[in-house]
């Protein structure tokens, strides 16, 4: 009885402490993500990738005012 307890003890620990790795920013986009790509090779002088397109305006959806 007292080994499954601590075993959910350190399962339970193990996932508290997992829970706060990460990063803290806002998500980037697939558009910031391909101009910080294009930065970062031609900073190492690599290969550049193609230009990214820009996003197109975003577009109302019907169930929008639900979130």
Do not use: H, N
Not at 5 to 25: E, H, I, Q, T
């Amino acid at each position: 009885m007292t080994g499954s307890r601590v075993f959910f003890g350190l399962v339970l620990l193990a996932g508290v402490a997992l829970s706060g790795c990460g990063r803290k920013a806002p998500l980037d986009t697939p558009y910031e993500a391909a101009v910080q790509a294009r930065e970062d090779a031609a900073e190492a002088g690599q290969p550049v990738p193609p230009e990214p397109e820009q996003p197109r305006a975003d577009r109302p959806f019907i169930l929008d005012p639900l979130l």
